[in-house]
């Protein structure tokens, strides 16, 4: 493949990074990477991820834009109120990057589309808002042996991992979905709009290093973000024996926040 | 019984369809590559993402009530409830989801029935009058041809990649009801010394750029059926445009060509043949007979069963059996509706249907004592158009803009209108039962307006920069004699909202003056086409979108008519509509330019008209003129089609600087003329062929022979970019060459390229100034 003219103007910023290059770009553009959820933490991570130039972006999501996403949720604009996001989050993607070829499934995503679904992509980015969408990602990642970035947010606070083969998963981390009144209810909950952004353009941050092949993914340790006192740490996870060769019940607690 | 064998590669081809399609839902295949694929599987995807249109091929027309049965019941399973009848005489499923597209089609496979070919570059589905074989007028029923012939081409392989569809029709007789003179290749059935056989036409074709089909052969023994029209495929393969799908139909050939020369390359492929009984079509026995039945006899009696009998039967040629129409709304037969029909045809057997081309159903071999039993069906239906005179189901349409991707206008809710406005006058609607009302929503003659009586055919007009539906008007089709067909002319235009009075006030005016005239044509002539004109006046104004905004939503639409699905449709003739507007303006200015007294406004309407222009080719509507401005300058100018230098003409316009446009006037012009020098430049994909400059791309070469490449006058970081792309290309040891600006550049690109690993191995300044600096690629 040989960038023309107007993409190697587009990725120059890209291209002049030693690590990247010609040859990094040219996997970007090579590259399928699936978004689940284009809320909070979907909405800036595939904005991200156009504008680097993926070649092709998955987006799933079964939502209706509402007007109180827009406060987080950047790839969708005030007239796109009542528009299927994924159709939203698709124009606004080939807006800003006309080469991206962006694959829309308005949809839930459940057990029974998961594998058939994620088998084309390269990376998944787990940008749901729920703990059974969550295990559900993970388990069909690892089960279909693909790489994903989990994160989560919830007020001030954020925390981010990626799996690849081999390394910890989520289940890792925590075993099971937490019992439903564990989790606070939507209208004990808030989020701080900025906070969604910055967990998922890590995410996006973290699907490009890892098609490029370049620096250490955050792998076998989970990022923790406190955006209050703006405090990051990272807490080491063993990977453990946990043997996910099959779906379970996933049950719904979900919390609209992402 | 089958109206087609399908070809034995056929599964194999939906395997391969079904993997595709998967592929396709998974984004490894682009949408355009894919709809080359499925379009070919009769496949086409509606004005709705990701949902389909499923055409079946029915040669002939002819389907059975079982596989109508079974189609209906994919179209309640998968699709929308309901059969839609085309106007080429096929059964199509609508709104089928991309996961469903493959059990529709296999589900066909169990009746064998087949889209395959339904659409794409090939033999298209071959036609029939719906009323051959039981017709007491016909000269012989050319069904068998129609029914041997589609099956010998579909299992051809190389029906399959032609440069364009290739459509063909049969008559049964010399009144030519199949229009033979309006298709690729045309058959009319005659007689000569006892010998059946064929008048043959060819070339001929309708959509955008209509021509009457030329005679071929006056006369053809009917065994030679199949020669010519293999002769005829070989010779559009192998001579037909492939670059450009607007001009690859075989009348473009034809045109390109004239006679003399068509008819060499035509001889070439078909002297070799001709004699070679080998290739004969074996021909089907198709029987048109009513099966003995039990079934309990139901009369009907009285004047509603009378005027039913009046409007929709006949009689056929096979004594004691009637031919009967279902008259069908918009083409469209619900599902439950057909399982009653179906149902009941089973009784007399598998030949007892046909589609026609009015978009209605044909229903044959019923036995005068079962006609009430039918009656009793039909007027159960929950979906036709059986209370109506046959004028109203005789209208056609095609779907328009609610499904197909080209439409611009809504016919089908222009035909709800025109019924429901005709219906609130007295017109005696009984004599008009073989008036052709035919509308298109667009250029493309789906709704077959060429040969309409009164046709109508979409467009787009615009008042005070407001976008509003309208139509032409053509009239005067001649048809009704093979040799002698004309297409309707176009007369004027209406705005969509005054059809309904249009049609209403014409038809009224017709009814009234039919008698003192010996046809519709002598009508046309003696005044007709002067009312139609002055219709046409009347009729073309619609009010201020402030004052009447529904003028400016179609019927049957649910939003105001916008282009904002028009840049991602296929290259639709509206575009061009709008694209004319601009032209002309400019042209009418231009020409007048010397008379006229207020110059500086008319150099400020050059500057809008050329920047406007082109915008709906990017699929861009511009509200108000400094929005196209701003367009133009974005879309055209900084992506380097326009030359940079009109920016400032283009941003005084924006500013209403009149002065700064009278300063610059022949830079007005040539701007007009750039823009529309870049629009004859424009391909069928509306992308504009414009002089790139070559992207920097090294070729391998040995390393001890230097690469050089001049990055003079590019800025930084982009002389770094291009010289960092290059060295890509370059294994370890192999140089470079690059030519660099003094200042900035020479500052900070060598570096840049030693902190990447590389060695500079020389770099020297020469007499004019620019640097020379040569680079050693390190690490491979």
Redesign the interface.
Known sequence: M????SQ??RY?RH??L?QV???GQEKLMNA?VLVIGTGGLGAPAAFYLGAAGIG?I?LIDGDQVDLSNLQRQIIHFTEDVGRPKV?SAKEKINQLNPEV?V??YETLFTQENALE?I??YDFIIDGTDSFAAKFLINDACVIGKKPFSHAGILRFDGQTMTHVPGTASYRCVFKNPPPKNAVPTCSQAGILGAVAGMLGTIQAAEALRYIIGIGDLLTNRLLVVDALSMKFRTVAVAPSELDITEFQTYEEVACDLS | MRFYESASTLEKEQDQFDLDMKSFAAGEINPVKFKAIRVAHGVYEQRQEHTYMIRIRCAGGGITPSQLKKVAELGAQYGSGEVHFTTRCEVQVHNVLLQNVIKVIRGLNEVGLSSRGGGGNTIRNILCPSKSGVDPDEAFDVTPYTVALTTRMIQEEDSWNLPRKFKIAFSHSEKDVAFTQTTCLGFVARVKDGQKGFAVYCAGGMGAKPMVGHQLFDFIPDDQVYHVTRAMKLMFDKHGNRRSKFSSRIKFLWKKLDREDFEARFNEDYLPIKGDKSLNLVLPEIENSANDTDLVVEPAEGPEFALWKQRFVSAQKQEGLYCIKVPLQLGDLLSKDAYQLCDFLDHFGENTIRCDRGQNMRIRNIPEKYLGNLYHVMTKLDHTLVQFPAFISNMINCTGAQTCKLGICLPRGLSTEIRERLDKTDLDLERLSGFRLNMSGCPNTCGMHHVADLGFFGKISRKSGNLYPAYNVLAGAKTGQHGQTEYAKKLGEVAAHHIPDFVADFLGNYLEEKEDHDSYQAYLDAGGNDLIKALCEQYKEVPEYEEDARFYTDFGAKKRLSLDELGSAECSAGIFDMIGVDQKSIQAIEKAFDQTTDKDNDLYKVVFHSARMLLVTRGLDAKTDEQAFQLFAKHFIQAGLIDESYLTLVNAAKQRDLSALSANESQVFELAKAVNTLYKSMDDSLRFKVEKKTPETAQKTDSDEVLEKDFRGVACPMNFVKTKLVLDTLQAGQQLQILLDDGAPIENVPNSVKLEGHQVLKQEQDGSGHWRVLIQKVNG
């Open positions: 040989n960038l023309n003219e190697i103007e120059s291209i002049i030693q290059g010609g040859p399928k092709t998955g159709i070829n694959v829309t679904i088998k084309d």
